[in-house]
């Protein structure tokens, strides 16, 4: 399977940057994505963004161009930087990936990290 382990959650101020991390490991065969998505209070989880094996990066509209998504090939980890922090950037943040694992796609989610906003 693969284990995806987030980190960098933190109550930050409106207008503030942050910097979420997720590292993944495991037995599996390849990631064909690594990405994140979110969940706000009250809300439904929604995707933020991900890049792709060939390097191809997606964003949701949410982020409006203040989000920005990195990969490490070689670490399995994945990288989030936002900001210009709004109150509607609270919720848990979850590491999300498809990958091959025992010949099979499958989905694999991370525990979440929250991230508060203060205005």
């Known amino acids: 399977q693969v284990q995806l382990v987030e980190s960098g959650g933190d109550s930050v101020r409106a207008g503030g940057s942050l910097r979420l991390s997720c590292s993944a490991s495991?037995?599996?065969?390849?990631?064909?994505?690594l990405g994140w998505f979110r969940q706000g209070s009250g809300k439904q989880r929604e995707f933020v963004a991900d890049v792709t094996l060939t390097v191809q990066e997606t964003l949701a509209e949410v982020t409006t161009g203040r989000f920005a998504i990195t990969r490490d090939f070689g670490q399995d980890k994945v990288y989030l930087q936002i900001n210009g922090i709004r109150p509607e950037d609270a919720a848990v943040y979850y590491c999300h990936t498809r990958a091959c694992w025992q010949g099979y796609a499958h989905e694999f989610w991370g525990q979440g990290t929250l991230i508060s906003v203060s205005s």
């Open positions: 495991g037995d599996f065969d390849s990631i064909a994505t």
